[in-house]
């Protein structure tokens, strides 16, 4: 990919994808390795998990990944990489307020005031370098430069200088301790349809890979929306409590979960008649029921395209 004279990038190709070339030996031990990182990641959730993803900030994130013509891949992961690191530093800040009290220094209330102003203060900064931390991640697109960055903050009435811009990095990787490589839905959703069409799935796998991509797009945006549907319905209340949040989020985190409905929305806009065979099909590969993906994706189409409420026949 080549950039213009203002450091601009023109634009990147990513190869496209090509179902059906990888034996069913592979296909079985890296479906089991996804489900092993799926089941470590929900073992160790933080009960502020979520917390920043927030549809403006997602809309943000994808809008400044469009502009600079990242693939979908780096821009759920800089979604993800973002969160990681304000739930770690915001957690890391409060500990050393706790601390500091114990030590008898300043009050954690001071500490923890001024750190909330200064977080406010330069979060855009932190969100940028997350998606310039994601653009060196993927293998499809150039790395965002830092003139870019700058020109693009710059643009927005934050002057900060490459040094600046170069220690925001480092904070990033030094609180994730250079763990950079985040799950994403992606190679969930892309390892499902591969094995689903190895499986003798009827449906075209790359016209509906095309769809999960516009889908899962969508489910980031309307992520609150879509789950507090499904908490109402698990939990037969229109007021679930702090508890019953705190309990679900072991759902909201789920890759697999979210793959499988994801896939099967968008069987569904695809060719509604095979649908109740792809919901077959992903309950055998991955062991969720038919009823959770049955449930996820009804929320998913509802919430997202306004179709009417699919029924499984």
């Known amino acids: 990919m080549s950039e213009t004279k203002e450091g601009q990038p023109v634009g990147c190709m990513r190869p496209s994808m ?6 069913s030996d592979t296909l079985e031990d890296v479906l089991l390795d996804l489900a092993k ?7 160790s959730l933080s009960q502020h998990s979520g917390c920043f993803k927030e549809t403006r900030i997602i809309e943000f994130i994808f809008l400044l ?4 013509h990242l693939d979908n891949s780096a821009r759920y992961q800089a979604v993800e990489i973002l969160e990681r690191f304000m739930i770690k530093h915001i957690e890391d800040v409060y500990t050393s307020a706790v601390m500091a009290q114990k030590d008898g220094d300043k009050a954690p209330t001071d500490n923890w005031t001024s750190f909330k ?3 406010r203060e330069i979060f855009l900064l932190r969100l940028v370098s997350c998606v310039q931390i994601a653009s060196k991640l993927s293998f499809h697109c150039s790395v965002i430069n830092n003139t870019t960055v700058l020109k693009f903050l710059q643009s927005l009435g934050y002057m900060y200088s490459k040094e600046e811009l170069l220690e925001s990095e480092l904070t990033i990787l030094k609180a994730l ?3 950079m490589n985040v799950a994403t839905p992606c190679p969930y959703v892309e390892m499902l349809l591969e094995v689903l069409g190895h499986n003798g799935c009827e449906l075209p796998m790359k016209h509906l ?7 899962l797009d969508l489910v980031y945006l309307l992520r609150n929306s879509i789950y507090e549907t499904l908490l109402r319905a698990a939990v037969e209340n229109s007021s679930p409590s702090e508890l019953q949040r705190v309990m679900f989020l072991s759902v909201k985190e789920d890759l697999m979960l979210l793959a499988t409905g994801i896939i099967a929305a968008s069987a569904f806009i695809l060719n509604h008649e095979c649908w109740s065979q792809v919901l077959e ?5 991955t062991g969720i029921t038919v009823e959770s993906i049955l449930e996820l994706s009804t929320a998913i189409l ?5 179709t009417t409420t699919p029924r499984k026949h």
């Open 18 to 23: 090509v179902f059906g070339a990888v034996s």
């Open 65 to 68: 990944s469009e502009q600079w």
């Open 117 to 119: 102003v200064r977080c």
């Open 281 to 285: 099909h992903l309950n055998c590969i």
């Open 302 to 306: 509802n919430h997202s395209i306004g």
């Open 209 to 215: 890979h095309d769809i999960c991509l516009k889908i």
């Open 177 to 179: 301790q250079f763990q």
């Open 37 to 43: 990182q799926n089941e470590r990641s929900l073992s």
